[in-house]
């Protein structure tokens, strides 16, 4: 069964006390990120990593502080998640870009849910994977997202729990909750690594 992981918004601005939008403890799972991202590439599975890409007056910012500004220190994803070959799908119609020989695909949003970039439904047609192992912040919002949106796409879709982090831990149990009722499966790296 082919796998995807996917690394959700692990970037400096969630990630870091000293981001805009901390997560409180993103920067404890960023060794297990690293890992799963890691063992990915060893293993022939492809990663695909979300990333906010927000403009300086984004309307996002009317429910959210400023956070991972295009350009900024904040938007970068540590370079411990980072495998050497990747490439940036923008959100912008039409994009033109090649998935040939990619180990890390980067999926540009301004937007809390990754399906809203307009190129996300080729990238996953190119995949063709059955099986997605999600991970990353936060639980209860962006990777909520990412989670049910490939659940509805009838996906098997993995929340490894020892490699998420919230910013509401009610809401997060409550996500996870909801998510095992509507068919996905928690695990933990060390079971997806086996």
């Keep these: 069964m ?16 000293a981001g805009a939008l901390y997560a409180p403890g993103a920067e404890k799972i960023l060794p297990v990120v690293a890992a799963l991202n890691g063992y990915a590439a060893r293993t022939g599975a492809p990663v695909l990593s979300t ?16 956070h991972c500004v295009v350009g900024t220190v904040g938007q970068r994803k540590p370079d411990s998640t980072l495998l050497a070959q990747r490439i940036v799908v923008p959100s912008t119609r039409g994009a033109v870009f090649s998935l040939d020989l990619c180990e890390q695909i980067v999926i540009e949003k301004q937007h809390i849910d990754m399906f809203t970039n307009d190129n996300l439904s080729f990238v996953l047609g190119h995949l063709q994977a059955q099986r997605f192992v999600v991970y990353g912040v936060v639980t209860e919002i962006c ?52």
């Design 143 to 194: 990777v909520r997202c990412a989670a049910f949106g490939l659940l509805r796409k009838g996906k098997l879709v993995e929340l490894v729990t020892d490699a998420v982090r919230s910013l509401d831990d009610e809401k997060a149990q409550q996500m996870l909750v909801e998510f095992t009722a509507a068919g996905g499966r928690l695990t933990t790296a060390a079971a997806v690594m086996m």
């Design 51 to 66: 990333m906010d890409a927000h403009s300086e007056n984004d309307p996002e910012f009317a429910s959210w502080p400023p």
């Design 2 to 17: 082919k796998t995807v992981f996917v690394d959700v918004d692990t970037q400096v601005d969630f990630m870091f006390p």
